[in-house]
């Protein structure tokens, strides 16, 4: 686990090399919380252009000969890579009976290894999380690749001096030579969505590389195409028969967990208590012979705090549990750290907890297996039957009965208070009905609607239809099946949210996490499967909580969940109060030009004095600012 970054530069001069080496350097160190073990430095420089490459190690696997570049044996191709291969073994293997020699023990010369081999086409051999770039001096082209669901972070762009890619923004704003613009797309994204998905970014001309994709560039004509690497859907078997495929997820699941068990440090396991956590701390419970260690995280206000269900899971699979429970308090001193570190906003409120039980389980293990990618994968968001219940709605309730309906119920449904209770839930479902088939365009925006949007920025940043170029990727204009949600989630939540969350968050206190769910082989098989496997009326991820009720006691993975998250609606009422009162002065806002004054400021001023909670709403427009405060505007100083 690392990070990585590199630039290629038009310019030539005497000082080339000093030069290259301090903006490497510098870029390097500005990650270093992603690999604290070691660093290591490419430089190569031509009379028409320079080449840097750069890492950061966290030392997981060959803990003693992987440093980082590895070089072929002719020393025309080169290598930095941020990730795990979990198959390497296998690879290793077939490329030893091929008469191929390793200098190594590293999963990273594999890499190097079978690209030397195979070219291309390697890349889609992987099973991993990785964001690597690879120099071949014979084609003169580097390519730069990103895993299968974006698990690995990696951002990129292209002027007319400089190629430049990295790990993380912060090393790559470093080196521009100019201050970016704010993207008017990055931006309409985030307000509705509370992240910003590949290719996006919050700046202009600076992009995400999409999950299973890499980039070719070409350093002779300074061009560059990116290609996808795997076939990412797959259409449904319906003649498979359940029982063998219940046997079939339980195998899958057993064999990610053990691939992603593989390490030569210590390794624990995130324990929410609910199915997908459970499932694998139970799984690499029984292929440890010692007690593993286990890790959870509630909160001192009981609506948000689910701890009772970690213990009895650390209890049934006898783990040495690690229980830790904040308030207020805890967050504080951090919350501030947290969010920065993701370069850009982003207000996804389970990055609080996240960061915290990274943090504690850091003081234990070096790396933590989680529950991430199960409800993608296995259709396990309440969204998902939400959507079921749009669509059966709207076939019999006639649209205006239903405005009616609206106009005068949502109004009792409103709460003051920062809670997720039923009358929330109701709330939330009564409007997010779509007769226009959106609904989930809706309901996956989660911090604002188009409508709402259109309110409060100014008509220069408003960016009408944001979803247009995910539609058209998917061929889902209408998304109204299950199959439709989780296609839609693999390429826009999961990787802009869900995963840019625990990369952050984990990294920032130098642990790794793995996702036993997100592994090519599941999704495949996950996709074969008739909808009412994953989906049996409303039992939500059937086949399997059926393929592992036998090592739980009965009915305990049907027991509800409501997910990670913090209470930042009552933050910004009381310590988060004076800051964000700055953020709606009217100096500032003039200044910015950003947002429609009157309507931002009847938003935020009615969350604060408890008139209405607007939790998500308000809660994105603070991380905006404080990302713009404290980031953008230190931009070129």
Known sequence: MCGINGFVTKNNSKNAITQLTEDISEMNNLIIHRGPDDDGVFIDSHENHNIAMGMRRLSIIDLQSGKQPIFSDDKQIVIVFNGEIYNFLELKKGLKSQGVHFNTNSDTEVILKLYENEGISAFNKLDGMFAFSIFDKRKNKIYIARDFFGEKPLYYTHSAQKFIWASELKSLINVLDYKPSISSNGLNHFLRLTYIPAPHTIYNDIFKLEANHFLEYDIESDTYIITSMDDEFRDVDTSIDFKKAKVKTEEL????????????????????????????????????????????????????????????????????????????????????????????????????????????????????????????????????????????????????????????????????????????????????????????????????????????????????????????????????????????????????????????????????????????????????????????????????????????????????????????????????????????????????????????????????????????????????????????NNLGK
């Open 253 to 632: 699941v057993r064999e990610s967990v053990e691939s992603r068990s593989i390490s030569d440090v210590p390794i624990g396991t995130f324990l929410s208590g609910g199915v997908d956590s459970s499932v694998v701390s139970l799984c690499l419970s029984q292929m440890k012979e010692a007690r593993i260690n286990t890790f959870s995280i509630g909160f001192k206000k009981g609506s948000f705090d689910e701890t009772d269900k970690s213990q009895l899971v650390a209890k049934q699979i006898n783990s040495k549990h690690h229980e830790f429970i904040i308030g207020e308090d805890d967050l504080k001193n951090n919350i501030h750290e947290i969010l920065m570190n993701f370069d850009e906003p982003f207000s996804d409120t389970a990055a609080l907890p996240t960061y915290l039980v990274s943090k504690k389980t850091s003081d234990h293990v070096k790396v933590a297996l989680t529950g991430d990618g199960g409800d993608e994968i296995f259709g396990g968001y309440n969204k998902y039957y939400v959507g079921k219940i749009n669509n059966r709605y709207t076939s019999i309730v006639p649209k205006a009965i239903h405005n009616f309906t609206l106009n005068n119920i949502s109004p009792l449904l409103a709460t003051k208070d920062d809670k997720r209770g039923r009358r929330f839930q109701a709330n939330k479902m009564l409007n997010t009905v779509n007769y226009e088939g959106n609904y989930y365009w809706d309901i996956i925006s989660l911090a604002n609607t188009e409508s709402q949007l259109q309110h409060l920025l100014k008509p220069d940043f408003f960016n009408r239809g944001i979803f247009d170029e995910y539609k058209a990727k998917l061929k889902i204009e209408k998304p109204n099946s299950l199959t439709d949600y989780r296609f839609i989630d693999k390429i826009i939540s999961l990787e802009g949210g869900m995963l840019a969350k625990v990369d952050r968050t984990s990294m920032l206190n130098s642990l790794e996490c793995r996702a036993p769910f997100l592994n090519k082989k599941l999704w495949e098989f996950a996709n074969s499967l008739p909808e009412n496997f994953l989906m049996k009326g409303w039992n939500k991820k059937y086949i399997l909580k059926e393929a592992f009720k036998h090592e739980f006691p009965k009915g305990f993975l049907n027991k509800s969940k409501q997910g990670f998250g913090s209470p930042v609606g009552d933050w910004l009422r009381s310590s988060l109060r004076k800051e964000m009162e700055t953020y709606i002065e009217i100096p500032f806002l003039r200044s910015q030009d950003i947002f429609n004054i009157n309507y931002v400021t009847n938003l935020v001023g009615d969350h604060l004095s408890g008139k209405k909670d607007s939790t998500y709403s308000v809660w994105a427009y603070y991380c905006f600012q404080k990302w713009y405060c404290n980031i953008y």
